[in-house]
């Protein structure tokens, strides 16, 4: 590349950078959004995994400190490859001028966050720093977010209770009867959420093998996917009535281990897509499994009422984010798809994972730039809408 591309590349990557961003899933906490020390930082559960696998013992925070901070630099360098391993770099590197390199770079660090989460200004200047508008909840208690210029859009979360209706209506002597009180009790919820303002719900599900167009009248000898699904049909319902979205996170399951883990079903949205079909609300489908990338961007392309959300939990990576962004260009208009979840749990973390995802939305539109495929505008337009538009428009939302 001559000199004058590079300089192109390099301003293009900066417009990139300075997009907004609306991150749509976090699990930050109003009042303590910032770390509190080095380890909440460096004991974030996806780094903290790949530490594990490099040697870091799972009660590290048990050990004295001296003997933690040499397990953890050679934890550290021997996963210098991995993902997490270069976003904790540069959050340490870009948000508090700290290269990880020995023991006593750990102490400054851990002064350093210890001096920050006392700033009542710190989480906005973190946000401000990828230019993150407005971050989503899923508690309500977590909504408030104490220095910041807005407060949390909340989306709750109502998969406990889904789960809790499954499970009292699959034991009830009277499962009509007791099916009956479940969809009341779920009526009277979105009826309470859309009072106070709400855009609408999110849930996860397990896994699942009925399927969305075969409705059942629930009744003696009906299985728990069957009332499952049953419930689903009655949230499409009242969530296309009350004019609210279904925010559905899909892939992880726990059913074959105690450890959560991705299941890649070939099937797992083709089986709920009678839903989509029969229901006017909006839909956002959220995975964490590889091969069901390509399917929630076939049902979003079907189906005018579906839309792609971000990546989460094992699809956070540079090539399922590569290989997403290419079945999405090339099949639905931006504004159709949104790409950050950041599953963060404090604002630091937030910060570096949409730093890593701003960096390969970059890297990809500009080789689908040089290919010929797209013009710059484009470009800039379809990053403008995957990164902050698309959700903003869903949620209802202001720039």
Same mark, same amino acid.
Not at 172 to 179: I, K, L, R, W
Not at 335 to 364: H, N, P, Q, T
């Given at each position: 590349?001559?000199?004058?591309?590079?300089?192109?590349?390099?301003?293009?990557?900066?417009?990139?950078?300075?997009?907004?961003?609306?991150?749509?899933?976090?699990?930050?906490?109003?009042?303590?959004?910032?770390?509190?020390?080095?380890?909440?930082?460096?004991?974030?559960?996806?780094?903290?995994?790949?530490?594990?696998?490099?040697?870091?013992?799972?009660?590290?925070?048990?050990?004295?400190?001296?003997?933690?901070?040499?397990?953890?630099?050679?934890?550290?360098?021997?996963?210098?490859?991995?993902?997490?391993?270069?976003?904790?770099?540069? *959050?340490?590197?870009?948000?508090?001028?700290? +290269? $990880?390199?020995?023991?006593?770079?750990?102490?400054?660090?851990? !002064? &350093?966050?210890?001096?920050?989460?006392?700033?009542?200004?710190?989480?906005?200047?973190?946000?401000?720093?990828?230019?993150?508008?407005?971050?989503?909840?899923?508690?309500?208690?977590?909504?408030?977010?104490?220095?910041?210029?807005?407060?949390?859009?909340?989306?709750?979360?109502?998969?406990?209770?889904?789960?809790?209706?499954?499970?009292?209506?699959?034991?009830?002597?009277?499962?009509?009867?007791?099916?009956?009180?479940?969809?009341?009790?779920?009526?009277?919820?979105?009826?309470?959420?859309?009072?106070?303002?709400?855009?609408?719900?999110?849930?996860?599900?397990?896994?699942?093998?009925?399927?969305?167009?075969?409705?059942?009248? *629930?009744?003696?000898?009906?299985?728990?996917? +069957? $009332?499952?699904?049953?419930?689903?049909?009655?949230?499409?319902? !009242? &969530?296309?009535?009350?004019?609210?979205?279904?925010?559905?996170?899909?892939?992880?399951?726990r059913s074959w281990c105690g450890t959560a883990t991705p299941v890649n079903d070939p099937a797992r949205i083709l089986k709920l897509s009678a839903l989509f079909e029969a229901y006017a609300c909006t839909f956002e489908?959220?995975?964490?499994?590889?091969?069901?990338?390509?399917?929630?961007?076939?049902?979003?392309?079907?189906?005018?009422?579906?839309?792609?959300?971000?990546?989460?939990?094992?699809?956070?990576?540079?090539s399922t984010y590569r290989d997403s962004m290419q079945y999405r260009l090339e099949a639905l208009p931006a504004i159709k798809s949104s790409l950050i979840v950041s599953d963060a749990r404090c604002m630091e973390w937030?910060?570096?994972? $949409?730093?890593?995802?701003?960096?390969?939305?970059?890297?990809?539109?500009?080789?689908?730039?040089?290919?010929?495929?797209?013009?710059?505008?484009?470009?800039?337009?379809?990053a403008e809408n995957w990164l902050h538009s698309s959700a903003a428009k869903r949620y209802g939302v202001a720039r």
């Amino acid at each position: 590349m001559n000199t004058e591309m590079r300089h192109v590349k390099e301003a293009f990557e900066e417009r990139i950078m300075q997009l907004p961003v609306l991150d749509t899933h976090t699990h930050l906490v109003g009042d303590r959004l910032c770390a509190s020390d080095f380890w909440e930082i460096a004991h974030y559960f996806w780094l903290f995994r790949e530490l594990q696998a490099a040697g870091y013992p799972a009660n590290a925070m048990e050990l004295p400190e001296d003997i933690r901070i040499a397990a953890f630099l050679e934890a550290y360098h021997g996963s210098r490859n991995t993902m997490m391993n270069v976003v904790l770099t540069q *959050i340490f590197k870009n948000l508090y001028g700290i +290269e $990880i390199s020995d023991a006593a770079s750990v102490r400054k660090a851990d !002064a &350093a966050v210890k001096e920050t989460a006392q700033s009542a200004t710190w989480a906005q200047e973190v946000a401000d720093r990828m230019n993150v508008s407005r971050f989503v909840v899923n508690i309500p208690e977590h909504a408030e977010f104490q220095g910041m210029r807005e407060n949390a859009i909340l989306i709750p979360r109502i998969d406990g209770k889904l789960g809790g209706w499954v499970k009292e209506v699959e034991l009830s002597h009277n499962p009509a009867e007791a099916f009956a009180q479940a969809r009341e009790k779920l009526k009277q919820l979105l009826d309470e959420y859309k009072e106070a303002g709400y855009v609408g719900i999110m849930t996860t599900l397990p896994s699942y093998e009925t399927r969305a167009n075969r409705k059942v009248v *629930i009744g003696q000898g009906s299985t728990k996917d +069957e $009332i499952l699904m049953m419930l689903l049909h009655e949230l499409g319902s !009242a &969530a296309e009535q009350r004019g609210l979205l279904i925010q559905l996170f899909l892939g992880v399951e726990r059913s074959w281990c105690g450890t959560a883990t991705p299941v890649n079903d070939p099937a797992r949205i083709l089986k709920l897509s009678a839903l989509f079909e029969a229901y006017a609300c909006t839909f956002e489908l959220v995975v964490a499994s590889e091969l069901n990338n390509l399917d929630i961007v076939q049902a979003a392309w079907n189906f005018p009422n579906v839309h792609v959300g971000g990546h989460w939990w094992f699809n956070f990576r540079a090539s399922t984010y590569r290989d997403s962004m290419q079945y999405r260009l090339e099949a639905l208009p931006a504004i159709k798809s949104s790409l950050i979840v950041s599953d963060a749990r404090c604002m630091e973390w937030s910060y570096g994972k $949409i730093l890593l995802v701003k960096r390969i939305v970059s890297d990809f539109l500009w080789g689908q730039i040089e290919a010929g495929w797209i013009e710059y505008d484009t470009a800039l337009f379809v990053a403008e809408n995957w990164l902050h538009s698309s959700a903003a428009k869903r949620y209802g939302v202001a720039r």
